[in-house]
């Protein structure tokens, strides 16, 4: 069974700045599987990314994913208020649906 | 539009079973499937099983397989997710989501609001 590791825990940040979501498998995925949730305090996950460049209706260009093999990352590239929030990333396997632990991502 | 309505919160004792409902609207039910994720309270996200509505094919985690069940009526286009032998560590909100591929892609496209299911003595 394949294990996500997402780190940081908690990321601390200003409105502006970048922000790098890493997220470990324990064995190789294929970034095809990989997606990319926001969740915030009180309402269900919503789906960011999925691949390597695909985003969900209305997410913005500022998030991206990177990555292959057992490491990929999620970058935000310039912080707005309403990107505070836990992030999630999940692999689609065949037969399980892993999330990571998430990694929370908060106003400095 | 698509929506994913579930059922409300619950309270349960100890051992009581809970069956969580989760009305699909806006889309053809059975071609897409069905996941429950739970999250405890604080804690993150844990996958717990999935449904096909075309043909009821499930799969679900292990640390849940004889404890729970998940079955869809396409009549109301309408899935379940029952947990038996509820303990303390069950108290958290559950939710429904939809599978979706496109293009060689996977991933859970859309979320119920979620079902707080609170087990105490």
């Known amino acids: 069974e394949i294990v996500l590791t997402q780190s940081p825990g908690t990321l601390s940040l200003s409105p502006g700045e970048r922000a790098t979501l890493s997220c470990r498998a324990s064995?190789?995925?294929?970034?095809?599987?990989l997606a990319w949730y926001q969740q915030k305090p009180g309402q269900a996950p919503r789906l960011l990314t999925y691949?390597?460049?695909g985003r969900a209706t209305g997410i913005p260009d500022r998030f991206s994913v990177s990555g292959s093999g057992t490491d990929f990352t999620l970058t935000i590239r310039r912080l707005e208020p309403e990107d505070f929030a836990v992030y999630y990333c999940?692999?689609?396997?065949?037969?399980?649906?892993?999330f990571g632990q998430g990694t929370k991502v908060e106003i400095k | 539009q698509v929506q994913l309505v579930q059922s409300g919160a619950e309270v349960k004792k100890p051992g009581a079973s809970v069956k969580v409902s989760c009305k699909a609207s806006g889309y053809t039910f059975t071609n897409y499937g069905i996941s429950w994720v739970r999250q405890a309270p604080g804690q993150g996200l844990e996958w717990m099983g999935w449904i096909k509505p075309y043909n009821g094919y499930t799969n679900s985690v292990q640390k849940f397989q004889g404890r729970v069940t998940m079955t869809t009526d396409t009549s109301t286009t309408t899935a379940y997710m029952e947990l038996r032998g509820l303990r303390s560590d069950d108290t958290a909100v559950y939710y429904c989501a939809r599978e979706d591929q496109w293009l060689g892609f996977y991933y859970f496209d859309y979320w119920g609001q979620g079902t707080l299911v609170t087990v105490s003595s």
């Open positions: 691949g390597a460049s």
């Open positions: 999940q692999d689609y396997g065949s037969s399980t649906r892993t």
């Open positions: 064995q190789s995925v294929s970034i095809n599987y």
